[in-house]
């Protein structure tokens, strides 16, 4: 599964958007190491994309949170449970030995990113598009 962004996983609010891309970016260099498929150590470049995906995964789910927050979206608590079920997915990653199991932890994290595109953002992100559009934020 290539992982592309497509104008259908916008959520029509510019800043959301470009932080969504970031996922996806980092989604297709995991997808690039992973199908190289060759025998050389790459735990240096997975210890650095786990780090990436770890921070930015923190800092959108912040992102969110704060926006919600600010506007009073009635769907913040819900949608908060989500955000801390991928940060508990993470963690339980975060305990993968990613110097013995390399190609396994690459697989991981991209089921990690397919979970979060498929099961959060084209259901629960969407679900804030007219609610944030209706206030006047794009
Ligand atoms: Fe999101
Ligand atoms: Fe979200």
Known sequence: MAIKWKDT????????????????????????????GDEFDRYDEIAQIFDELRNYT?????????????????????????????????????????????????????SFIADWITGHILKTDMKYKDFFNARGIY
């Not at 996983?9 to 190289?36: P, T, V």
């Not at 992102?63 to 940060?87: A, P, R, S």
Request: net charge negative; charged share 35%; hydrophobic share 30%.
């Open 9 to 36: 996983y916008s959520c029509n609010i510019a800043e959301i958007d470009k932080q969504h891309k970031k996922l996806f970016e980092i989604g297709s260099r995991i997808y690039d190491l992973l199908s190289l």
């Open 58 to 110: 923190i800092f959108h789910f912040g992102y969110e949170e704060e926006l919600m927050k600010k506007y009073g979206y009635e769907g913040y608590e819900n949608h908060k449970i989500e955000h801390d079920f991928f940060v508990k997915k993470l963690q339980r990653l975060e305990k993968t030995d990613f110097d013995n199991k390399q190609t396994e932890s690459l697989v991981e994290m991209i």
